[in-house]
């Protein structure tokens, strides 16, 4: 079956842009997090949604990252006045159920600012 | 959740078993142990995981000590395409969240 999709692949931005990065999870996944991964790192945890709603999202760095999930399937990672430490790869996972269930991740949408 | 410890490089001849090692000393009863590599390029691939017992999948074997402080993943005839950076993770299935907090992990290249 179809894993998990991210679009853009590549996104190229100028600082200061806004860019919106999406994220299609499994079918019938209910459990979607998003992560960034900076070069030579191990990804690391931004937000955590079960269904519509963000049960945790203690990993986001500041108030310009904002994410949502409106119909509990799609989500989309919004980043406001991008700055150059903003560039990363941005990794979405999603599981059947949230709680143990393995997650399991898409390809990425590497975000470079110049 | 538990913090785990792994070499940041190994190799391994093509066709023989690659053995992965990781330290997680902390951690809880009730923590998992997850492994998953990342291939150049592309997101985290699950590969398996274990609370206890030892594990097999199609893919690789999974050996955690009795004590459960280390353990460690086999690939018992390596490929060229098992080239990648492999993460231990250790993670609680009672915390509210779930999310994995990632090392830097092994970075393993096969030989041909």
């Known amino acids: 079956g179809a894993g998990v999709s991210q679009t853009p692949s590549n996104k190229v931005t100028e600082k200061g842009k806004y860019v919106e990065l999406r994220c299609d999870p499994i079918?019938?996944?209910?459990?979607l997090y998003w992560y960034r991964q900076s070069l030579g790192q191990g990804p690391e945890f931004l937000i955590y949604?079960?269904?519509?709603?963000?049960?945790?999202d203690s990993g986001l760095p500041n108030d310009r990252f904002f994410a949502v999930r409106p119909e509990g399937s799609v989500s989309t990672l919004k980043i406001q006045r991008t700055e150059r430490g903003d560039s990363a790869v941005y990794l979405c996972?999603?599981?059947?159920?949230?709680?143990?269930?393995?997650?399991?991740f898409g390809p990425g949408t590497r975000l470079t600012v110049l | 959740d538990a913090k785990t410890t792994q070499p940041p490089s190994m190799d391994c001849a093509e066709g023989r078993a690659a053995n992965l090692p990781c330290n997680h000393s902390t951690i809880s009863g009730n923590e998992y142990v997850y492994w998953y590599r990342q291939i150049h390029s592309q997101g985290p691939q699950y590969i398996i995981h274990?609370?206890?017992n030892n594990e097999t999948n199609e893919m690789a074997s999974l050996i955690i000590t009795e004590d459960r402080k280390s353990s460690t993943l086999i690939l018992p005839h390596a490929t060229l395409r098992d080239t990648a950076v492999y993460y231990c993770i250790v993670r609680s299935p009672t915390s509210g969240t779930y999310k994995y907090i990632f090392g830097t992990g092994t970075r393993l290249k096969v030989l041909a």
């Open positions: 079918s019938g996944h209910t459990a």
């Open positions: 274990g609370l206890k």
């Open positions: 949604f079960q269904g519509t709603g963000a049960a945790d």
């Open positions: 996972a999603s599981s059947l159920a949230g709680g143990a269930d393995t997650q399991y």
